[in-house]
């Protein structure tokens, strides 16, 4: 009820900023009252920011940091603020006994998904290397043992809401959504909230349940939109194969980083091995189309 | 020390209860088997006894497992039931079915596959939203690479 008053008060209001960005459709919502002069700057340094994240993160690009990683081993110095991204790889790295690791790069590409998307495996599918044989990051550095490929696909976008938001409250924005694809970070000093529906893997023209957030992040994980062959882009290096036994995932959390590595490595470990160290809610969707849930999980999950 | 705080009384007999409700509805809905009433608890992880009065209490966190007894058209039967409990709310239940007669395995089985609710999809139009969240959608680039391979897979 709170999100429709919100809604309608704002709706021909508030400043609406929609671009690409990482490989998906961004939309960030303003609601505070802000002039178009610094709409426009706002703007600026968001998409600046990002470039700055893509040339060092993005796989996709053949001049970017990890590119260039992958082709050389050695010590190189990463930005400052890559120390919480890789420290809760780290974490979640041994929590899911590497099933989630940005060493899987390669495994990607090799199985398809490459910057051109070629989408054709390329060759025999091989493990990735144990994060001790490969990587030792010491902050600033990360030292590659073997060149290797880092693919940060499973909490890098999580990562950059988080990032964006923070350039948002820096410049006294209170009030806001992100929106990076159906990940989606909302902040509201008032008293509303925002009703998130859960897309249904199955037909993304439904949702399966309704949640309400207010200065949280919820982050989806599934595997329904980027198949290609055998494959989607969820993928145990453990097995060597696509996850079956669940199809979506969705964290809510404070932070987007956490809830989006989290829904990733809900894929591969049941929650309670995962919320010693963090606090997050969750939803487990099966294939078989039952649920696990946590206990407060703020929402409504349709069922027969 | 103070006054004794009076704790929140665990009981062991209520999820109990549950589950034989559980086995009730599973033998009902089924219609063939009579629930005898009696029902044995064989392992529990709670350890605390006390008053029905506790009623709704909280209990300890944890993964209950039970086999319930009952009576088919055939004889003595046997159903498991094993629920998680979080905060006092059931977040996870299995039943195994552990009869022995084939009718029974049939339809223990029918009902171990179908007691748990199945999620269901709503048009996004029905529902009221402001956002929607989901697998991210796909980069453009491999939406364009998948239609060029659906093309030449056509030709």
Not at chain 1, 58 to 64: C, I, P
Not at chain 2, 53 to 56: D, H, T
């Given at each position: 009820m709170l999100s429709r008053k919100l809604r309608l008060k704002q709706k021909h209001k508030f400043m609406k900023f929609v671009f690409d960005a990482i490989g998906t459709k961004w939309q960030v919502d303003i609601y505070d009252q802000i002039s178009k002069n610094d709409s426009v700057l706002l703007l600026e340094k968001i998409n600046n920011r990002i470039k700055k994240y893509d040339v060092v993160y993005?796989?996709?690009?053949?001049?970017?940091l990890v590119t260039k990683m992958s082709l050389k081993k050695g010590m190189y110095k990463l930005p400052d603020d890559a120390k919480n991204l890789i420290e809760i790889y780290e974490n979640i790295y041994n929590l899911t006994s590497g099933a989630?690791?940005?060493?899987i790069g390669q495994l990607l590409v090799d199985s398809g998904y490459d910057s051109k998307y070629?989408?054709?495996?390329?060759?025999k599918l091989n493990p990735p290397p144990m994060w001790n044989d490969a990587i030792d990051y010491s902050f600033p550095n990360i030292t590659l043992k073997v060149p290797v490929l880092l693919d940060f696909g499973a909490a890098g976008k999580g990562y950059l809401i988080d990032i964006v938001s923070k350039i948002l409250e820096k410049n006294n924005i209170t009030s806001y959504c992100i929106d990076a694809g159906g990940d989606i970070k909302f902040a509201n000093k008032n008293n509303g909230t925002l009703r998130v529906g859960l897309e249904n893997p199955n037909n993304i023209?439904?949702?399966?349940g309704v949640v309400e957030i207010k200065n949280k992040s919820i982050c989806g994980s599934a595997?329904?939109?980027?198949?290609?062959g055998n494959y989607h882009?969820?993928?145990n290096p453990m097995t060597m194969e696509p996850v079956k036994d669940i199809i979506a995932t969705w964290v809510i959390s404070d932070l987007a980083l956490t809830a989006d590595a989290v829904a990733t490595a809900l894929f591969f470990v049941q929650p309670k091995i995962l919320s010693n160290d963090y606090n997050f809610e969750y939803l487990v969707l099966n294939a078989d189309r039952t649920i696990n849930i946590s206990p407060k999980f703020p929402g409504e999950i349709f069922s027969k | 020390m103070g006054q004794t705080a009076t704790e929140p009384k665990k009981n062991s007999l209520v999820p109990g209860v549950l589950i034989v409700a559980f086995i009730a509805v599973a033998v009902i809905y089924y219609?063939?088997?009579?629930?005898?009433?009696?029902m044995k608890k064989t392992?529990?992880?709670?350890?605390d006894t006390s008053s029905a009065?506790?009623?709704?209490a909280s209990y300890k966190n944890g993964e209950y497992s039970m086999v319930g007894d009952y009576v088919s058209p055939g004889g003595d039967e046997q159903i498991g039931v094993k629920v998680t409990l979080e905060n006092g709310v059931i977040t996870a239940a299995e039943v195994t079915p552990m009869a022995e007669r084939p009718n029974s395995v049939k339809f223990q089985g029918i009902f171990a596959k179908n007691f748990a609710p199945l999620i269901i999809g709503k048009n996004i139009n029905e529902v009221k939203i402001d956002k929607v969240s989901g697998?991210?959608?796909?980069p453009k680039g491999f939406k364009d690479a998948i239609e060029k391979i659906k093309a030449e897979a056509k030709t």
């Open positions: 993005s796989r996709f690009q053949d001049d970017s989630v690791t940005p060493l070629s989408l054709f495996q390329k060759r023209s439904q949702v399966i595997g329904n939109r980027r198949k290609w882009h969820i993928f | 219609g063939l088997n009579k629930p005898n009433g009696s392992t529990s992880e709670t350890t009065a506790a009623m709704m697998s991210s959608l796909s």
